[in-house]
């Protein structure tokens, strides 16, 4: 009983870190441009197919399709920030809300008719040998997953955090306003933050090609949970969306373990918890105030 | 040398136009000080400048060059540092943060002899910005943000500073201290300086320049002295 637990864990942590991954991306754009981008789940999803064709069609390593679909996603993010969200950008909110909702049904559905709406699986074979610790074990790629989603995560926190562009991207998101005065081009900086946030996507969706399925409405799926982890965390709090992911992941894999038909209750579990957590603490669990 | 030169045409707001024809001069050393009662258009004016309102028409001259059609954000690395009314700082970062942002986004391969010395200037100047240095922006007072506010404008190492109002709402103590600063940097620095301000009797203690308005139009303008002894214009527009 005890390993089956551990065991439940260890695989929750790995899924905890691939939520953290698709929600390390988005919560840094969202958190400077304030662009609440619905289209982040499908920047994932296109980079999962990358993936999946890379090594399919190519044979080539899924380390190579996280890295290829990284530079495919953030080139495509910079043609989309420069196309049509830095336009939106000057507009009310409802409408960048729609453009990115328009956007993201858009790729949804452009998907579905290239390559149907049916789940692939990669197979491809453990980039990671698997652990075996007393009778508990976990798949290698589960351990690659959680290494690379954590790298990622580590990767946003510290561009924000201790990098000259992350102080700027601070600034612009603070007061726009000011920070051009003091020399910082804020639309530069702003699409910089959407640039980084698609390559983060990109890799999550080699991630994803690993330990899920890869299919056109992935991304659906995981940009709900991404935005329930950055509404745990606090909206542009990194370490508050790690925390957020773990809780997300515990609950639904452990209720999908462990209780009857658990698997199509542990999506609802999380989102209750969710639900509870945004009544007592609407500025998330670990809330200051986002924008004060 | 630092000769700062503009105009302004119908600058304001969409339609309303609430400045419609200024122009300003200043030299490096020296301040000129806006002064006009709430709503006179100081701040659409100053705004103007740098590019932030509405205008007609606008033409900016730094020692010569035209900076003329220069984007706001590309005015700070020409040396144009703006501090507009409020204290406004960056308030989930550190006073650090706040003065090395502003250094970094204006200094390209930023050398660490000049961020020190700059640093050093402003812990001169204002010495609470050295015991606050890890304090967020967004939890100081209302007097030390405006230090910071002008500390930060130094950072990019200026050749125009134009402040609004630095000292709105800033006890009598700290507005002659605030002063105090400008005059040492105005002097030592040899930046020009433009500063909106409400109170007269306060500013003269700093200012070599002096411009009026009354409802958008320049009313009066001088030198300080010259302003100061005509009687009839100076109880009209400043009620002294
Ligand atoms: N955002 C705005 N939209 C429309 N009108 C504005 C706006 N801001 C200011 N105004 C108007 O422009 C005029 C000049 O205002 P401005 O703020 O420039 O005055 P000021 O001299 O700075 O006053 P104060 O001393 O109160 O700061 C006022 O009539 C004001 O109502
Ligand atoms: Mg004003």
């Given at each position: 009983?005890?390993?089956?637990?551990?065991?439940?864990?260890?695989?929750?942590?790995?899924?905890?870190?691939?939520?953290?991954?698709?929600?390390?991306?988005?919560?840094?754009?969202?958190?400077?441009?304030?662009?609440?981008?619905?289209?982040?789940?499908?920047?994932?999803?296109?980079?999962?197919?990358?993936?999946?064709?890379?090594?399919?069609?190519?044979?080539?390593?899924?380390?190579?399709?996280?890295?290829?679909?990284?530079?495919?996603?953030?080139?495509?993010?910079?043609?989309?920030?420069?196309?049509?969200?830095?336009?939106?950008?000057?507009?009310?909110?409802?409408?960048?809300?729609?453009?990115?909702?328009?956007?993201?049904?858009?790729?949804?559905?452009?998907?579905?008719?290239?390559?149907?709406?049916?789940?692939?699986?990669?197979?491809?074979?453990?980039?990671?040998?698997?652990?075996?610790?007393?009778?508990?074990?976990?798949?290698?790629?589960?351990?690659?997953?959680?290494?690379?989603?954590?790298?990622?995560?580590?990767?946003?926190?510290?561009?924000?955090?201790?990098?000259?562009?992350?102080?700027?991207?601070r600034?612009?998101s603070d007061?726009?306003?000011?920070?051009?005065?003091?020399?910082?081009?804020?639309?530069?900086?702003?699409?910089?933050?959407?640039?980084?946030?698609?390559?983060?996507?990109?890799?999550?969706?080699?991630?994803?090609?690993?330990?899920?399925?890869?299919?056109?409405?992935?991304?659906?799926?995981?940009?709900?949970?991404?935005?329930?982890?950055?509404?745990?965390?606090?909206?542009g709090?990194?370490?508050?969306?790690?925390?957020?992911?773990?809780?997300?992941?515990?609950?639904?894999?452990?209720?999908?373990?462990?209780?009857?038909?658990?698997?199509?209750?542990?999506?609802?579990?999380?989102?209750?918890?969710?639900?509870?957590?945004?009544?007592?603490?609407?500025?998330?669990?670990?809330?200051?105030?986002?924008h004060p | 040398?630092?000769?700062?030169?503009?105009?302004?045409?119908?600058?304001?707001?969409?339609?309303?136009?609430?400045?419609?024809?200024?122009?300003?001069?200043?030299?490096?050393?020296?301040?000129?000080?806006?002064?006009?009662?709430?709503?006179?258009?100081?701040?659409?004016?100053?705004?103007?400048?740098?590019?932030?309102?509405?205008?007609?028409?606008?033409?900016?001259?730094?020692?010569?060059?035209?900076?003329?059609?220069?984007?706001?954000?590309?005015?700070?690395?020409?040396?144009?540092?703006?501090?507009?009314?409020?204290?406004?700082?960056f308030g989930t970062a550190?006073?650090?943060?706040?003065?090395?942002?502003?250094?970094?986004?204006?200094?390209?391969?930023?050398?660490?002899?000049?961020?020190?010395?700059?640093?050093?200037?402003?812990?001169?100047?204002?010495?609470?910005?050295?015991?606050?240095?890890?304090?967020l922006a967004g939890?100081?007072?209302?007097?030390?943000?405006?230090?910071?506010?002008?500390?930060?404008?130094?950072?990019?190492?200026?050749?125009?500073?134009?402040?609004?109002?630095?000292?709105?709402?800033?006890?009598?103590?700290?507005?002659?201290?605030?002063?105090?600063?400008?005059?040492?940097?105005?002097?030592?620095?040899?930046?020009?300086?433009?500063?909106?301000?409400?109170?007269?009797?306060?500013?003269?203690?700093?200012?070599?320049?002096?411009?009026?308005?009354?409802?958008?139009?320049?009313?009066?303008?001088?030198?300080?002295?010259?302003?100061?002894?005509?009687?009839?214009?100076?109880?009209?527009?400043?009620?002294?």
């Amino acid at each position: 009983m005890t390993t089956a637990v551990i065991q439940a864990v260890l695989l929750a942590l790995s899924m905890a870190a691939l939520y953290a991954a698709v929600a390390a991306g988005l919560t840094l754009t969202v958190g400077v441009t304030r662009i609440i981008n619905f289209a982040h789940g499908e920047f994932v999803m296109l980079g999962a197919f990358l993936t999946y064709w890379l090594y399919t069609r190519f044979g080539l390593s899924p380390w190579f399709g996280m890295a290829a679909s990284g530079v495919a996603l953030a080139i495509l993010s910079a043609a989309v920030y420069r196309g049509f969200l830095a336009r939106v950008l000057k507009q009310d909110e409802h409408n960048q809300l729609l453009a990115t909702l328009g956007l993201s049904i858009l790729i949804l559905n452009l998907a579905i008719i290239a390559w149907s709406p049916d789940p692939r699986v990669m197979q491809a074979p453990p980039l990671l040998p698997t652990l075996n610790l007393g009778g508990v074990t976990v798949p290698g790629n589960n351990i690659a997953v959680a290494l690379v989603g954590l790298i990622l995560f580590v990767a946003m926190y510290a561009i924000r955090n201790y990098t000259r562009y992350g102080t700027q991207m601070r600034f612009a998101s603070d007061d726009p306003t000011l920070a051009a005065h003091a020399g910082i081009n804020v639309d530069r900086v702003f699409e910089l933050s959407f640039v980084i946030g698609g390559a983060a996507a990109g890799v999550s969706g080699g991630l994803v090609a690993l330990v899920l399925y890869v299919q056109p409405t992935i991304g659906v799926d995981l940009v709900i949970r991404a935005f329930a982890i950055i509404a745990l965390g606090g909206l542009g709090n990194i370490p508050g969306a790690l925390i957020g992911s773990a809780i997300l992941a515990l609950t639904e894999g452990l209720t999908s373990t462990f209780v009857p038909q658990g698997g199509s209750w542990g999506f609802g579990i999380a989102f209750v918890i969710l639900l509870l957590v945004l009544v007592v603490r609407p500025s998330g669990l670990f809330g200051k105030q986002a924008h004060p | 040398m630092n000769r700062f030169e503009a105009s302004l045409e119908r600058a304001g707001y969409g339609e309303l136009v609430v400045i419609p024809q200024l122009a300003i001069q200043v030299s490096g050393g020296e301040m000129l000080v806006l002064l006009g009662p709430n709503g006179a258009g100081k701040t659409t004016a100053l705004k103007a400048l740098v590019g932030d309102v509405d205008v007609g028409r606008r033409a900016l001259r730094l020692d010569g060059a035209d900076l003329s059609g220069t984007p706001g954000w590309r005015l700070a690395h020409a040396g144009i540092a703006f501090v507009p009314d409020g204290a406004r700082c960056f308030g989930t970062a550190t006073v650090h943060e706040n003065l090395r942002g502003a250094f970094e986004a204006t200094h390209r391969h930023a050398d660490a002899a000049s961020r020190r010395r700059l640093f050093d200037r402003a812990f001169d100047l204002f010495p609470i910005l050295r015991q606050r240095l890890d304090q967020l922006a967004g939890s100081m007072s209302g007097g030390q943000r405006q230090m910071l506010a002008i500390a930060r404008a130094l950072m990019i190492q200026p050749k125009v500073l134009i402040l609004d109002e630095p000292t709105a709402g800033l006890a009598p103590k700290l507005v002659e201290e605030l002063f105090e600063a400008l005059g040492r940097i105005k002097t030592t620095s040899g930046c020009a300086i433009v500063m909106a301000e409400q109170n007269f009797a306060a500013a003269v203690s700093v200012a070599d320049h002096c411009l009026v308005l009354d409802e958008g139009r320049p009313a009066l303008a001088g030198t300080v002295e010259q302003v100061r002894s005509n009687e009839k214009l100076r109880v009209a527009y400043l009620g002294l």
